[in-house]
């Protein structure tokens, strides 16, 4: 997963012209792609309908219903919400939040775009349906909408679970879709000094990732899909500015 978001990202950001003016084939290591233009205009993809395990990039659904529910005046972004108790027992990438704990719909939505916060996500989708089930229903019905036929959720925030897929096309169908969100009042960017106010937060960190980075580099090694935490919320930011 870290290689295909990383090839979307870098695919986006090429100039479309030096695929215009080359006469050689583009070849490219990931086992999925898909080049598209800002029209939705599809000018490269390599396997673009091969369904694929998705983890962490589920919550750019995640982010869109939100935001939906923002601009249809349903939802604030100063609005709080409650940490359940099923939300605070997410594993994975996190902000250990605590049942009971309180946080304004901006911030969990900075916590899940910056640090890939799976309570977070949860969080906020039992806020906006009241309860996780009910949200990946609506997140379903949201993806049949858009035509992402080759897409299926079975939660918010990507954990592993059975007939959790999509598609490198069907992901770029929704990103498109979350792109256009340029009027939603929030700046989803990463401040290091408020993520990390201190050496040993940041060497926390590290060394969370450091524990997961054996497993990780097998888990690759056999075609899953994965993402380090901090990973993939570079993805919309980097794809809208």
């Known amino acids: 997963m870290k290689k295909l978001v990383a090839l979307m990202v870098v695919l986006c950001l090429l ?43 589920t919550k750019v659904m995640t982010q869109l219903l939100v935001f939906e529910e923002i601009e249809a005046g349903r939802l604030s972004m100063a609005g709080t919400v409650t940490a359940s108790a099923h939300a605070a027992s997410m594993g994975g990438s996190q902000i250990w939040l605590e049942e009971g704990e309180r946080f304004t719909v901006e911030e969990m939505l900075r916590a899940v775009a910056i640090a890939s916060a799976n309570d977070c996500a949860v969080a906020l989708a039992e806020h906006i ?3 996780e089930e009910a949200f990946v229903a609506r997140m ?3 993806a049949r909408e858009l035509g992402m036929s080759n897409t299926v959720f079975r939660n918010a925030c990507g954990l592993d679970a059975q007939n959790h897929y999509s598609t490198a096309r069907d992901i770029s169908i929704m990103a498109k879709e979350l792109m256009k969100r340029n009027e939603v009042p929030v700046e989803l960017t990463w401040n290091l000094e408020d993520m990390y106010p201190n050496v040993e937060a940041w060497e926390a960190d590290l060394k969370c990732i450091e524990e997961y980075a054996d497993e990780i580099a097998k888990m690759e090694e056999m075609g899953v899909n994965t993402m380090l935490p901090l990973a ?6 980097i794809l809208k500015h």
């Open 232 to 237: 993939d919320p570079y993805i919309i930011r």
């Open 129 to 131: 349906s009241g309860s």
């Open 15 to 57: 100039p479309l012209p030096c695929f215009a003016q080359t006469s050689q084939p583009v070849s490219i290591s990931s086992p999925a792609a898909v080049l598209m233009h800002p029209s939705g205009e599809v000018l490269f993809e390599k396997n673009a309908r091969t369904q694929r395990e998705i983890a962490s990039v």
């Open 140 to 142: 379903n019905e949201r």
